[in-house]
């Protein structure tokens, strides 16, 4: 059998792809060397009862347009919103976040009169920005360098979404993609802890500190998504992560698509500069008509391509693009609900995300530990409890909490992780936990630890990193992951790719996957009506 389309990794990219190239008719086959599917997106029952996010942990930035195209909710999708959040502070004190606008006015009032007043401004600021960039997410990029038709249509869109901003606001549109979320935030706040918590998005999954220039674009990535409307409202998915996968598969099955399980791929076939299959680690060899990876640009090219098949120049770049990880994730099992006595009991912050690091000063040291080689001895961690609001993860009565950590090197030292490392780093995790939670760690059942090596070894994240690629300027639109093959191409015909190496980037969003069936169709003047054209946003 020859299929029209072979997706290598069942991750949430890979799923959405093929979920579009099953409904436009395409005979198509998803391979993953796991013995599930989800990716980073995934829900696992590590321990009896207890079912684990294990990588990725929250939705916001998956793309509502998709959820609609491909009828993830009748497949059993449903995004719960938080209800708070909270920053401890080493002095007792917090800083709490809730859902209702006047209640947070009065939090921030509590720390400062004034940036009470200025976080109004702050975030009409930073919805402006998202909504600039917001239709840029389900749009390929155009190849400046070109000079096609298609790619100066594209660019006289841009132009024309750049005229409708003032003088004023372009300056400050590049000034914020450049610079510091630290810079940044002292432009509207006085308070550190308010600072802190806003701060928290720009370092999340990245190898920037907070007073590094670029961090700022990372905040406004994660502010882009939204929850039933609400743009940059975070959720849980019930039943956890994998849920949107699990649903995704069920949308592909349901038109025909086909999930092979533990099926591992071993090389990427090129015959006269053309895809023609895969084999995998067993010894099958799977034929297809074009092959689309899901791996990170360099798993896909330095892994599974013999170097001969593509150009010098090429190679040169991929291994050139920024991959490093900074992260690491604690999945933990509770015999009952943790008990911080900075919050009063039933408090609606503890449905939301905790951190415990309560200024920007904190954030960079914790940063300082990564760029020396080791992970943060008082590393900053955003700690959920989804079974607050979504009881259908453990047993009645237990909680399952998720601690998603920064920072955590690819290489301790420049050596490979060790268990004892692993053990040290989790261990750290769970004493900062304890401090502000005494008695916490008598309620732990189980811990999962995931480094960078972890991420790499399991999920086939280079380096552990989340994105698949950093996200700084230099690598983003027709900069990802290549110049000259931004748009989901690659130098070998009919070989694509649909992960977060490509335009938009990171985060469970599918819009790569999406975009990236879109130029498929496209090239292969297939696509449905509302497809047709690769910038036509859904």
């Known amino acids: 059998m020859t299929y029209d389309a072979l997706i290598l990794g069942a991750g949430h990219n890979g799923l959405v792809t093929a979920c579009y190239l099953a409904r436009a008719g395409l005979k198509v086959c998803v391979v993953e060397k796991n013995g599930w599917v989800g990716g980073s997106a995934v829900s696992r029952e590590l321990t009896p009862g207890f079912t684990y996010s294990n990588c990725s942990y929250v939705s916001s930035l998956f793309r509502p347009e998709i959820m609609r195209d491909l009828e993830l909710p009748r497949f059993g999708l449903q995004i719960l919103p938080y209800e708070g959040g909270a920053v401890f502070m080493e002095n007792g004190d917090t800083l709490g976040m809730f859902r209702d606008h006047d209640a947070n006015r009065r939090e921030f009032a509590r720390h400062s009169p004034r940036d009470a007043e200025a976080y109004d401004i702050y975030a009409r600021d930073v919805l402006r920005h998202c909504r600039f ?10 190849d400046p360098a070109r000079f096609r038709p298609r790619d100066l249509a594209e660019m006289a869109w841009l132009g024309k979404q750049l005229s409708g901003q003032s003088e004023r606001q372009i300056a400050e549109m590049i000034r914020f993609w450049t610079m510091s979320i630290s810079d940044y935030l002292d432009h509207y706040f006085e308070s550190p802890v308010i600072k802190a918590y806003l701060a928290v998005s720009a370092i999340i999954g990245t190898a920037l500190g907070p007073m590094s220039p670029g961090s700022a674009y990372v905040l406004l990535h994660h502010y882009m998504g939204d929850v039933d409307g609400n ?3 975070w959720g849980f998915a019930r039943g956890g992560m994998g849920s949107i996968t699990k649903a995704l598969a069920a949308s592909l099955m ?7 399980t533990s099926a591992a791929v071993e090389t990427i076939l090129v015959q006269n500069g053309q895809t023609v299959g895969v084999t995998l680690t067993n010894g099958d060899e799977l034929r297809a008509r074009r092959v689309i990876s899901n791996m990170d640009v360099k798993r896909t090219m330095l892994t599974h391509v013999a170097e001969g098949d593509l150009p010098a120049d090429y190679v040169a770049a991929v291994r050139k693009f920024k991959t490093r990880g900074s992260s690491g994730k604690l999945n933990i099992a509770l015999d009952s609900a943790p008990v911080f006595p900075a919050l009063p009991e039933g408090s609606p912050a503890l449905k939301g995300d905790l951190h415990f690091t309560d200024s920007i000063e904190r954030m960079e040291r914790a940063y300082d530990d990564w760029k020396a080689g080791h992970f943060s001895a008082d590393p900053f961690q955003d700690v959920m409890i989804p079974t607050m609001i979504d009881p259908t993860m453990t047993p009645p009565g237990k909680h399952f909490m998720s601690c998603f950590v920064q920072y955590a090197p690819p290489k301790i030292a420049g050596r490979d992780w060790t268990d004892a490392d692993r053990d040290a780093f989790g261990q750290t995790c769970l004493d900062q936990i304890e401090r502000y939670a005494p008695g916490f760690k008598n309620r732990v ?11 790499e070894s399991e999920v086939g994240l280079t380096e552990g990193n989340i994105f698949q690629g950093e996200l700084t ?17 690659t130098p070998i015909r009919d070989l694509w790719i649909c992960g977060s190496s490509t335009h938009p980037g990171g985060g469970v969003m599918g819009a790569p996957g999406r975009n990236a069936a879109a130029e498929i169709l496209r090239d292969m003047k297939r696509a449905p009506k509302d497809m047709s054209d690769a910038y036509v946003v859904l």
């Open 133 to 142: 960039i917001r239709p840029m997410l389900l749009r390929t990029p155009p």
């Open 231 to 233: 743009i940059g409202a």
């Open 254 to 260: 349901a038109k025909g698509g086909e999930i092979r």
């Open 445 to 455: 059942i189980h811990v999962e630890i995931r480094t960078p090596r972890e991420l």
């Open 473 to 489: 300027f230099d690598q983003l639109l027709f900069n990802r992951p290549v110049p000259g093959y931004a748009q989901y191409r």
